[in-house]
C-alpha cells in the first residue's frame, strides 16, 4: 500500500468512526485508538502536503483564524416560521392549506431545537460552504467553525444529489453547556447565561480551535434544492440520515391535525427529558408538491407552522417606566424591573407597548408583575399581583412630552401608539432612520454600525443619510475607536452602497409602512423614484397590494420638501433611484393585466422560475383560482378539485410549452 492509499484508508476509516461515535452514539473503537489513528494521519499529512483535502477528519481541531466573516447571499432563502399557540390556531391553518391543495394532506412533525440556524452546501458529497440564517436573505460565512463541529459530515455516503443545501440548528447540550460553565466558574469567570447564545457566539470566534472545544452539536431538518429526486419532508429526513447527516429520531409522520396534538402534549411533557433545548414543536405539509403549491407569504412558508410550548413565567417589581422614541417618532413605553431569570436568560427590561396596554392592565411602578417571554423571545409584562400592591401607589399618568425633544406628543385617530411630531429635530429619530438606511436589508453599509451612526449625529458630522455621502476619511478618523484602516472601510462601504438596487433604496429612504415587500411592488410599477412621487393616491392604491394607509404615508413622506432635497441629493450622489437597465432588460409588458395560478409538477423550468417568469413580464400570480384568474398553467399532476373549478369558473387552462410560447 502506497502512502496516498494509506492516507485515504485512515481518512475513511476515522470518518466512519466519527460517524458511530457522533451521530449513531455507538462508537466501536475506544477513545485511545481513535487519537492514534488520527495522530498518524496528522503526520502522514505534514510529510506529504501534496495530498491535502480540506474535508480531510484532520481538520476538525481547527486552528485557522478569520478575522472577518464573509457576507455571503443564501442560494434559498431562509424564511421564519409563522407561530401557532392552541389547538384553534392549528385547526385554522389546515383549513387555509385544504383550500389551496388537493387531496389528503399528511403531516411531519419535529421538535423545534432553540439554537443557532445554519444551511449547508454540499456539492458532490462534500461539504462546500456553512452559512449563518442572518437575515434570511444572507449570513455570515462561518466554514471554518461549523467544520470543527463532529456531527457535521465533511463527505457524504449514499445517492446524495450532486448540490444541495441542508438547513438545521446548531445547539449546545445541557450537559456539554453545564461543564463550560463549571470550567468558567472554576477559573474565576462569569458562566454563560444560556446554551442557545453560547452555540451562536461559538459560531463567530475567530479562532476556529478554540470553537472545536465546545462540545457543540448540528441537527438537521431541511432539504433544499433543485430537482432532488424526494417526494415528501419525511422521506427526506431519512435520506438525509443515510447520507450520514445527524437527524432526530423524534420526528413523525403522521395523517391528522389530532395526531399533531398528540405529539405536540407528549413531548411539551417529555420535553425536559431530551439532551437539548426546546421550545417546540414544527408541523410540515408532508407532500413536496402540496408545499409548492402553497408556496411562501413574504416572511414565512404556508406549509410550515410553529407550534410554541407554553411560555415561562416569573414576578418581579417594576422599578421604573420610561420611554424610547423609535425612528418613526413612535414612543414604546419600557418597564424598567428587578432583574430575574427567565427562560435561561435574566431579563431586565420588557416592553409595556402603549399607553392602552398600561391602563388596561393598571401597571404601576412599585408593583410586582408576571413577567413572560411572549414566543420565548421578547419579555412582556401580563399581569399585576394585586395582593401586594402598595395602597398609597398611584396609576401611572402617560408622558405628554417627548423624553427626548421636549415636543408635545400627538396620537391619531385609531392608533395605538403616541407620537413625536418633530420629525428634523428630535435626535433619536434622526439617529434610527439612519442606522434604519445603512442597515443589512436596506443599503448594508459595511464598516458603518449603529453605533458609529450615533457618534456621526452628535458629533455633527451627518444630520440625514444623504450626508454620508460627503464624508471624508479625515473627518472620520478622530471619532473613539476609529482607526486609518475603520475610516477607509467605512468610506468605501459608502461608496459601495451606490450600487444597491431601487427596491432596497427605497425600502432604506424609511417611509412608514413601506417594507421590503411593499418597495419591491413600488419599484417594479414605477421603475424609477419620479414616478413614485408624482403619483396619486387613487394611482398608488391601483399598485398591486398597496392600500390606503400605505398610499397616503408615501404621499405624505414625498410632501415633505426636506424629504424631497434628501431624493435629489441622493440621485446627484450617484444612489440607484431607477431600475436598473439589465433588470429592466428582462422585464416586459406582455402579460401586463394578466393573473396566473401555477399547479403541478413541470418539466422546462422549475415552478418558482415559472412564477419569477410571470411577474417579470408584468403578470400576476395567485395561489387560489377565482373569477379573476386569466390562466391556469398546468404541469403533471395537477389537482383534480383545481381541474373541477377551473372548468366551473371558465379560466383557460395551458400547458407550460403553451405558456412560454406566450413569451416568445
Not at 481541531?61 to 466573516?69: A, D, L, Q, W
Not at 429635530?425 to 458609529?452: F, N, V
Not at 424609477?528 to 397590494?545: H, K, R, T
Amino acid at each position: 500500500m502506497n502512502t496516498e492509499q494509506q492516507i485515504n484508508q485512515l481518512r475513511e476509516e476515522l470518518r466512519k468512526h466519527n460517524y458511530n461515535y457522533y451521530v449513531l452514539d455507538a462508537a466501536v473503537i475506544s477513545d485511545y485508538e481513535f487519537d492514534m489513528k488520527l495522530k498518524a494521519l496528522q503526520e502522514l499529512e505534514e510529510n506529504h502536503p501534496e495530498f491535502y483535502d480540506p474535508n480531510s477528519p484532520t481538520l476538525r481541531v481547527g486552528g485557522e483564524v478569520t478575522k472577518n466573516f464573509e457576507t455571503v447571499v443564501h442560494e434559498y432563502r431562509m424564511y421564519s416560521l409563522d407561530n401557532s399557540y392552541s389547538k384553534e390556531d392549528l385547526l385554522d391553518w389546515e383549513k387555509r392549506i385544504k383550500k389551496l391543495v388537493d387531496g389528503e394532506v399528511s403531516y411531519t412533525c419535529e421538535l423545534k431545537y432553540d439554537g443557532a440556524s445554519i444551511s449547508l452546501t454540499y456539492e458532490e458529497g462534500k461539504l462546500i460552504r456553512a452559512v449563518t440564517r442572518g437575515d434570511g436573505i444572507q449570513g455570515d460565512n462561518v466554514t471554518t467553525n461549523v467544520k470543527t463541529i463532529n456531527s457535521v459530515p465533511l463527505k457524504l455516503k449514499g445517492d446524495f444529489p450532486p448540490k444541495f443545501d441542508i438547513r438545521g440548528e446548531i445547539v449546545l447540550p445541557y450537559e456539554g453547556f453545564a461543564k463550560m460553565n463549571q470550567e468558567r466558574i472554576a477559573a474565576g469567570e462569569e458562566p454563560y447565561a444560556n446554551p442557545r447564545n453560547t452555540a451562536s457566539g461559538s459560531l463567530k470566534l475567530q479562532d476556529s480551535s478554540e470553537t472545536a472545544k465546545r462540545p457543540l452539536d448540528c441537527l438537521l431538518y431541511n432539504i433544499t434544492g433543485n430537482r432532488l429526486g424526494i417526494a415528501s419532508q419525511f422521506q427526506s429526513l431519512e435520506k438525509a440520515r443515510d447520507w450520514g447527516f445527524k437527524v432526530p429520531a423524534e420526528s413523525k409522520w403522521v395523517g391528522s391535525i389530532d395526531e399533531v396534538l398528540d405529539f405536540i402534549g407528549y413531548w411539551d411533557e417529555h420535553r425536559h427529558d431530551l439532551p437539548y433545548e426546546t421550545d417546540g414543536v414544527v408541523i410540515k405539509v408532508n407532500d413536496l408538491q402540496q408545499q409548492e403549491e402553497l408556496g411562501f407569504t413574504a416572511k414565512a412558508p404556508r406549509w410550515a407552522m410553529a407550534y410554541k410550548f407554553k411560555a415561562e413565567q416569573a414576578s418581579t417589581i417594576l422599578h421604573e417606566i420610561t420611554y424610547q422614541v423609535g425612528r418613526t417618532g413612535a414612543i414604546t413605553p419600557v418597564a424598567n424591573l428587578e432583574p430575574v431569570a427567565l427562560a435561561g436568560t435574566t431579563v431586565k427590561r420588557a416592553s409595556l407597548h402603549n399607553a392602552d396596554q398600561i391602563e388596561k392592565l393598571d401597571i404601576r411602578v412599585g408593583d410586582t408583575v408576571f413577567v413572560e417571554k411572549g414566543g420565548e423571545i421578547i419579555p412582556k409584562i401580563i399581569a399585576v399581583d394585586f395582593q401586594k400592591r402598595d395602597q398609597a401607589s398611584e396609576p401611572t399618568v402617560y408622558i405628554t412630552e417627548c423624553p427626548e425633544c421636549q415636543t408635545e406628543l400627538i396620537r391619531k385617530d385609531g392608533e395605538a401608539q403616541h407620537y413625536c411630531p418633530n420629525y428634523a429635530g428630535c435626535p433619536p429619530q434622526i439617529i434610527g432612520r439612519i442606522q434604519h438606511y445603512i442597515s443589512r436589508k436596506a443599503m448594508d453599509i459595511e464598516g458603518l454600525g449603529g453605533e458609529t451612526v450615533a457618534l456621526l449625529v452628535n458629533e455633527g458630522l451627518i444630520a440625514n443619510y444623504a450626508d454620508l455621502y460627503e464624508l471624508k476619511k479625515e473627518q472620520v478618523i478622530p471619532l473613539e475607536r476609529m482607526a486609518e484602516k475603520s475610516a477607509e472601510n467605512l468610506i468605501v462601504g459608502i461608496e459601495k452602497s451606490k450600487e444597491i438596487p431601487f427596491e432596497r433604496v427605497l425600502f432604506a429612504l424609511g417611509i412608514r409602512y413601506v417594507g421590503e415587500t411593499v418597495a419591491k411592488k413600488l419599484a417594479k410599477h414605477y421603475k424609477f423614484i419620479d414616478g413614485i412621487i408624482a403619483a396619486s393616491e387613487e394611482e398608488l392604491v391601483n399598485v398591486d397590494e398597496i392600500g390606503i394607509k400605505i398610499a397616503q404615508s408615501v404621499i405624505e413622506f414625498f410632501a415633505s420638501d426636506e424629504n424631497k432635497a434628501l431624493v435629489t441629493r441622493l440621485q446627484q450622489y450617484g444612489v440607484q433611484l431607477e431600475v436598473s437597465a439589465e433588470k429592466l432588460a428582462n422585464q416586459t409588458d406582455t402579460l401586463q393585466g394578466q393573473t396566473f395560478v401555477v399547479s403541478g409538477v413541470f418539466e422546462k423550468v422549475s415552478r418558482n422560475e415559472l412564477k419569477k417568469l410571470i411577474e417579470d413580464n408584468g403578470g400576476k400570480v395567485s395561489s387560489s383560482i377565482s373569477s379573476k384568474t386569466s390562466f391556469i398553467v398546468a404541469g403533471a399532476n395537477m389537482g383534480p378539485s383545481k381541474l373541477e373549478k377551473a372548468k366551473k369558473l371558465e379560466v383557460p387552462i395551458i400547458s407550460e410549452d403553451e405558456f412560454l410560447g406566450k413569451l416568445s
